[in-house]
Nanobody
């Protein structure tokens, strides 16, 4: 069984910074794309940032220049450095990954973390 565990959420003032981390554990042969999504109250879940195993990244326009996604393939971890946080960044942030669990199985499973709350408030 594979799971993703997030950490690093919390309360921060506008303009502050937080770093989210997500670690994958269990039976893992390979991880393709890893990403962070968020869901604010009353809104749909949206992709915030994603990174491929080769390091290519993409971001939603609203966080470009403020957030940075990175990963450590050897440790099966992904991080989201969030700077210059705004009130509208308040949301539950979810880690997401496409994981291949075995060499004998070519399928990639989409796995979600449990979510971590980020609250930006003065």
């Amino acid at each position: 069984q594979v799971q993703l565990v997030e950490s690093g959420g919390g309360l921060v003032q506008p303009g502050g910074s937080l770093r989210l981390s997500c670690a994958a554990s269990g039976s893992i042969f390979n991880i393709n794309v890893m990403g962070w999504y968020r869901q604010a109250p009353g809104k749909q879940r949206e992709l915030v940032a994603a990174i491929t195993s080769g390091g290519s990244t993409n971001y939603v326009d609203s966080v470009k220049g403020r957030f940075t996604i990175s990963r450590d393939n050897a440790k099966n971890t992904v991080h989201l450095q969030m700077n210059s946080l705004k009130l509208e960044d308040t949301a539950v942030y979810y880690c997401n990954a496409d994981i291949r669990v075995a060499r004998s199985d070519a399928r990639y499973l989409e796995v979600w973390g449990q979510g971590t709350l980020v609250t930006v408030s003065s």
